[in-house]
């Protein structure tokens, strides 16, 4: 835990300054946040992930609303469905689809991602990045080939 600073009460010393016990002076002296924060921490892949997969969670919830106002519009009626459906054609709709079906396939990738590594393998340095690089990017790789075969299929046009 924190220690007590050398020289308690010097108005110059950050320990000393923060009454909530947040800093730690290390055994070099040097004093640090307690929990390590982004002034700390390195940008790297792996938290990135971490991060990305989080915001997925905030996207995925706004898609569920979504699919609850395409099943209220279902129940309402044939307009409404029509109104519904003539949405999800529109280009923001069909930039919300593409968004979601990134998500969902984030989803995939970083479940597999988190799967492997909880059964103890993939957690050196390389491969952890490796996994983390194809959770970030094949989830956009593979929302984009899922869209060009909504595309060339006629399934989907704008």
């Known amino acids: ?31 640090r946040p307690l ?6 921490w390195r940008w790297h892949i792996t938290m990135a992930a971490s991060i990305l997969f989080r915001v997925t969670i905030g996207a995925a919830s706004f898609g569920a609303i979504i699919v609850l106002a395409w099943i209220a519009a279902l129940a309402s009626g044939p307009e409404a469905f029509a109104r519904a459906a003539e949405w999800a054609g529109s280009p923001l709709g069909l ?51 899922f869209w060009a075969a909504l595309f060339a299929s006629g399934r989907v046009s704008l």
């Open 1 to 31: 835990m924190s220690q007590p600073a050398p020289g308690v009460g010097d108005p110059t010393n950050e320990a000393d300054l923060d009454q909530t016990g947040r800093f730690v002076i290390q055994p070099n002296g040097r004093v």
């Open 95 to 145: 930039l919300v689809g593409f968004g979601l079906t990134a998500v969902l396939f984030s989803f995939i990738l970083n479940g597999a991602r988190h799967l492997i590594q909880d059964t103890g393998s993939a957690l050196t340095l390389k491969s952890a990045d490796l996994l983390s690089h194809i959770s970030i990017w094949g989830a956009l790789v593979l929302a984009v080939l």
């Open 35 to 40: 929990s390590p924060h982004l002034q700390i």
